[in-house]
Each structure stands twice: as C-alpha cells, then as structure tokens.
C-alpha cells in the first residue's frame, strides 16, 4: 500500500492568509493525487484531481501543485468557509490511501 | 444535480450482518463506477470497495471476504452487503461516484453517509 502523509496536522491561520498543505507519498505517484474537504459533520467534496485540476464550482483560490512524491495544496487567501480538514489521496495503485488530514482553524 | 443516499446503518453485535444500500440520483448510474469509503468517529478516510461499470470488483485487504459489494442498475442502487463484523468496523460509510477523467480517477460525488455501530 502506498502511504501517503501530511503536513501540517493542523494549523491556525486568518482571514486573508495564504495557506500551504502538503502531502508526501511513500513512492512515486506521477500526477494521480486528489485532494477533499470535509466541514465538521459533513461529508467530504472533491476539490482538485489529478494534482492540479480544479473540480467544477470550486473556487481559484484553490491551487494544487507536484507530481512524483510531493504536492501541494495552496489557499490563496483563506476564507471563512474554508474551515474543516483536508485530505489528499493517490489514485495511483490499489488501494487508494489517503494522508490523515490536516485541520485548518480560522483565527 | 448528484444525489446520493446512504441507508442501512445502524447497531449491530460483534458477528453480526450488516446490509446498506445507496440510491443514486441526477446522473447516468449505470455508466458509472461507484465506490464505499468509510470513516471511523474522528478519524480519516479509508476506500473499502469499487465496482466498475464491467471488469473486476475490487476490495481493501481489511474488508475482503467479509464484505460484498453489489449493484442493480435498473434500480439505480448500489449496495454493500458486510458480515463478520468487528468493532474497527464501526464509523461511517459514503458511497461514492468513482469517476475516471482523462485517466485519471478521484471520488466525485459523495453522499452523507450512514453510521454504522459495532458492539455488544
């Protein structure tokens, strides 16, 4: 199984502040790596596939970047709505695995 | 627009059967690879099973031959059929659309999910 970890596993940042999340995978996953967001009590949403790729209707702030073994995930400028936990998750081999999270809090 | 409704859960013994059901709404079901995650209280996400539209079904290594994934097309359902369950089965359990765009694949569309409880 492919392992895949994050960094941070949480962090505090305000309204405005640019946000960087990363995730690392244990071996090489070429482009195949999703990111979700997942608001408390909720299900996750799709946010950005295949690295970079933004899924339908979610906003430009949102930016995915890295191939091989390391990407990133980058807010622009957070938003009050961009509270919750985000996953990324590799969709290179079976099983899909997803990293632990990463808890963002709005100051 | 998607829809996707989780039922099923519930309370259930150690050893004992669980059987939940998706039904799926607003897109082409039959064209579609569908897939259970799950998600124990407080913690992360795990993939359990996928089923394609044709080929083979796939399971996770902590699930298999314990659990059976299944669907019928002409009921726009997608069921996941679990025996022998454990306590570490306990969480909440998402279908999910399992979409491959340009050769890559990620889980689209998600429903709310239903809880399942495993204790005595």
């Known amino acids: 199984d492919i392992q895949m970890t994050q960094s941070p596993s949480s962090l505090s940042a305000s309204v405005g502040d640019r946000v960087t999340i990363t995730c690392r995978a244990r071996?090489?996953?070429?482009?195949?790596l999703n990111w979700y967001h997942q608001k408390p009590g909720r299900a996750p949403e799709l946010l950005i596939y295949?690295?970079?790729s933004l899924r339908g209707g979610v906003p430009s702030r949102f930016r995915g970047s890295g191939s091989g073994t390391d990407f990133t995930l980058t807010i622009s400028s957070l938003q009050p709505e961009d509270f919750g936990i985000y996953y990324c998750q590799q969709s290179y081999s079976s099983p899909r695995t997803f990293g632990q999270g990463t808890r963002v809090e709005i100051k | 627009q998607v829809y996707l409704v989780e039922s099923g859960g519930g309370l259930v013994k150690p050893g004992g059967s669980l059987r939940l059901s998706c039904a799926a709404s607003g897109f082409l079901f039959s064209d579609s690879s569908m897939a259970w995650i799950r998600q124990a209280p407080g913690k992360g996400l795990e993939w359990l099973s996928s089923?394609?539209?044709?080929?083979?079904?796939s399971y996770a290594d902590s699930v298999k031959g314990r659990f059976t994934i299944s669907r019928d097309n002409a009921k726009n359902s997608l069921f996941l059929q679990m025996h022998s369950l454990r306590a570490e089965d306990t969480g909440f359990y998402y279908c999910?659309?399992?979409?491959?765009?340009?050769?890559?694949?990620?889980?689209?569309?998600w429903g709310q999910g239903t809880l399942v409880t495993v204790s005595s």
């Open positions: 295949a690295t970079s």
């Open positions: 089923i394609p539209t044709d080929g083979t079904i």
């Open positions: 071996q090489t996953i070429s482009t195949y």
């Open positions: 999910a659309t399992d979409i491959t765009v340009a050769g890559y694949t990620a889980f689209h569309n």
